[in-house]
């Protein structure tokens, strides 16, 4: 079952991860929407974080999960950034992915059934 998540990047500038390797890259709206659809749809960033792992074969698979479906639209508002994401990923992991993205500069502000 999907669900949908609203998030939004307060200041999308500032929203990055502690590894730059892993973080997002873009500065807009659509190129930040397109890197967390990416990062839910495969699993390049999964492998690119699990490689930094102290011991990478003791990290659980189920972290690595995947959704082909996945769709992220985002919305540009002065510096803010509002993104809509549909995906049947697990919250855990969701979570996951966004921190490794975006650091602790996103909030989430609502989640419902797709």
Do not use: C, N
């Amino acid at each position: 079952m999907a669900t949908r998540y609203y998030l939004t990047l307060p200041d999308a500038g500032q929203a990055r991860g502690d590894d730059p390797a892993l973080a997002f890259h873009a500065q807009g709206a659509e190129g930040l929407a397109q890197e967390l659809q990416d990062a839910l749809r495969e699993d390049s960033l999964f492998q690119r974080w699990r490689a930094t792992q102290d011991d990478p074969d003791a990290v659980d698979p189920a972290l690595g999960a995947t959704d082909p479906g996945a769709t992220v639209t985002g919305q540009q508002r002065d510096l803010q950034v509002d993104l809509v994401a549909t995906t049947s990923i697990p919250g855990t992991v969701f979570k996951q992915r966004l921190r490794l993205l975006a650091g602790h500069g996103w909030k989430l502000t609502d989640v419902r059934a797709a």
